[in-house]
């Protein structure tokens, strides 16, 4: 079975950064795109950010454009989302997930994953 453990996340000032990570289990990691989704109390869990297998391309929600970056680590094992310049609005359980074996045109919805972690808490004060 396939794990993914987050951490990371945390109490940050309103302009500062975290850098979440995601620990995947096995040896497969390379063969799969990942992606980073977040949810909010109260509301629905929303893609922002993806990448595909090698690490040579990454999609990004509008929210996270200039201030975020996906990034992995196959080696390791490993998925990263460096978060710069938080805003009170990006505080959210972050969640990693595994990409469904199809094609990469499909990324932005929860359906498109099929393995996720547990998550990582990000709260960020004003």
């Known amino acids: 079975q396939v794990q993914l453990v987050e951490s990371g996340g945390g109490l940050v000032q309103a302009g500062g950064s975290l850098r979440p990570s995601c620990a995947a289990s096995?040896?497969?990691?390379?063969?799969?795109?990942m992606g980073w989704f977040r949810q909010a109390p109260g509301k629905e869990r929303v893609f922002v950010a993806a990448?595909?297998?090698?690490?040579?391309?990454?999609y990004l929600a509008d929210s996270a454009k200039g201030r975020f970056t996906i990034s992995r680590d196959n080696a390791k094992n490993m998925l990263y989302l460096q978060m710069n310049n938080l805003k009170p609005e990006d505080t959210a359980t972050y969640y990693c997930a595994r990409k469904r074996s199809y094609s990469t045109t499909y990324y932005i919805a929860p359906s498109d994953y099929d393995y996720w972690g547990q998550g990582t808490q990000v709260t960020v004060s004003s």
């Open positions: 096995g040896r497969t990691f390379s063969s799969y795109a």
């Open positions: 990448i595909n297998r090698s690490g040579t391309s990454t």
